[in-house]
């Protein structure tokens, strides 16, 4: 151990110093450049070392590169110093360990230099830097415009959206308004018909108690079966559909009005838009409707009988004609004809075949295949009813005495038709037509009957008619507006 100790320190040897005659310029130079050279080489390494601490975006490669330029610098400056110590103190052989290391430093900096160099030129200088910066300022001025064109469409944007946002929430709340407490269910199904948004459930249900489900699930077999194949059908054509359907309850049956629209949901996939409102109110009005109507054409059939009562017991004390009570029986059978047709349709309308066949029935009967009917399917109003049905019973009733239906060959053709008057307006028209019956003798007196056909009936509709008598049968024509008919 003393032996090594004494290798580091030089025993044996003479200082530095001496071999320099312990002349003060000369180690005064070689002091003061050696203290210089070695504080130089320290600070180096404190300066690598605070670059490294700032530059964050160092990869490892520099990092090392960086270390090793610090130890081989640091090194150097250890060299200067042992210089200075030597000159009074022979420790040649810690000088000669020191210079090793700082060779080997060296040596591994010197080798890692080839694959690192690539690298360091890759680094942009700070001239390239400059320029860089410089192009992209000018970028930014040129695109300044640009930049505040799209920051003004942003803002509209916002505005929009923020609009539109607003909008749909007032209608949102307007829709839940109008709903809440309704008697009209709102709800969407996929393709496979399984609930996928509901609002105001009805019949006790609540939302939590129709999503993930169908009608299968929570009503009777039968409406389910008949709801789901109308909404298959509105799938597979595309087309809306409309129905109603009822549900049995403890509490009674229960009606409903259903539409059904195809749409796509909100994921994209196909499926229908529901909309249910509880009819059940309206069902039971129309029922009762329906019983008032069916009473008031029954005291209505009894006060045209109670008419042709006291008609007849009028006429018979007052030696009337027999034809004449004949006349007016038929007329109010003709009234009572025209008020079954309308209690058919609720007194809304009647269908002007019905009306026809009506006043002609007992003709159809005796007389099959002789009075051809031929038109379209045309709705008229009561009023119009009555004064149709007044004017074919006449003819009826004409034709079966005197005209081709009292023989064995003639017959009628009755036909009706919508087409524009004279003016271009759509219009009723209405013709009765006998063929190969007796010749007919026109003139004679003109009697009630006749008053209807050519005045009452057509000043009642607002239009006109026509009467003539040709030698094979008679022929009559009504044309009204189709408003008034």
């Known amino acids: ?66 270390v090793m330029f610090a130890a081989f610098i640091g090194a150097c400056g250890l060299t200067h110093v042992m210089g200075i110590v030597t000159l009074w103190e022979p420790a040649y052989g810690l000088q ?48 300044r415009h640009t930049l505040r064109e799209l920051e003004v469409a942003r803002v509209g944007l916002s505005q929009k959206v923020a609009e539109q946002t607003r909008d749909l929430n007032l209608e949102k709340a307007r829709f839940e308004t109008a709903l809440d407490g309704s008697n009209i269910t709102v709800f969407e199904q996929d393709e496979s018909l399984v609930y996928t948004w509901v609002f105001n459930p009805l019949m006790g249900l609540g939302v939590e108690d129709m999503l993930g489900r ?32 009822s549900v049995e309850r403890p509490s009674g049956t229960l009606w409903f009005d259903l539409k059904v629209e195809p749409t796509t949901l909100r994921d994209g996939r196909r ?39 006291i008609v007849h017991q009028t006429a018979r004390g007052m030696d009337v004609p027999t034809s004449f009570m004949t006349r007016v029986s038929e007329r109010l059978r003709a009234l009572a004809q025209a008020h079954d047709a309308l209690v058919a349709r609720n007194w809304e309308a009647a269908d002007l075949r019905d009306v026809i066949e009506g006043q002609l029935r007992h003709v159809l009967d005796l007389a099959p295949g002789r009075v051809v009917l031929c038109g379209e399917h045309i709705e008229i109003a009561p009023d119009a009813a009555h004064y149709v049905g007044l004017a074919v019973h006449e003819l009826g009733s004409n034709a079966s005495k005197y005209g081709a239906l009292s023989g064995a060959a003639g017959r009628v053709e009755i036909g009706w038709g919508v087409a524009p008057d004279a003016s271009g307006h759509p219009a009723l028209k209405l013709s009765w037509r006998e063929r190969d019956g007796p010749k007919v003798v026109a003139g004679g007196r003109e009697g009630f009957g006749r008053t209807i056909l050519e005045k009452l009936v057509p000043k009642a509709m607002r239009g006109r008619s026509q009467l003539t008598f040709a030698p094979d049968g008679v022929a009559w024509t009504l044309e009204a507006p189709l408003s008034a008919a």
């Not at 389910?224 to 509105?234: C, D, F, G, N």
């Not at 309206?282 to 008419?307: D, P, W």
């Open 1 to 66: 151990m003393g032996g090594l100790f004494n290798w580091l320190l030089g025993a044996g040897f003479a200082p530095h110093g001496f071999c320099l005659l312990w002349r003060p310029e000369l180690m005064a130079a070689h002091v003061g450049s050696d203290a210089v050279i070695a504080l130089a080489y320290f600070a180096i390494p404190f300066g690598i070392y605070w670059f490294v601490r700032r530059r964050t975006d160092l990869d490892a490669a520099h990092r090392r590169l960086a």
């Open 96 to 143: 000669a360990i020191i210079k090793v290391w700082t060779a080997a430093v060296s040596l591994l900096t010197a080798l890692a230099l080839p694959s690192i160099l690539p690298q360091l030129v890759k680094l942009p200088s700070p001239r390239a830097l400059q320029e860089a910066n410089a192009r992209l300022q000018a970028e930014i001025k040129a695109h």
């Open 214 to 245: 169908s009608e299968v699930d929570i009503m009777p077999a039968e409406p389910a079966s008949h709801i789901q194949a109308v909404k298959r059908e509105a799938l597979a054509a595309g087309l809306r559909q409309r129905t109603e359907f």
């Open 271 to 309: 499926g229908v838009r529901c909309v249910s409102a509880d009819i059940t109110a309206q069902k039971a009005h129309q029922a009762h409707l329906e019983v008032i109507l069916r009473e008031l054409n029954h005291r209505s059939k009894n006060l045209l009988a109670m008419v042709q009562s």
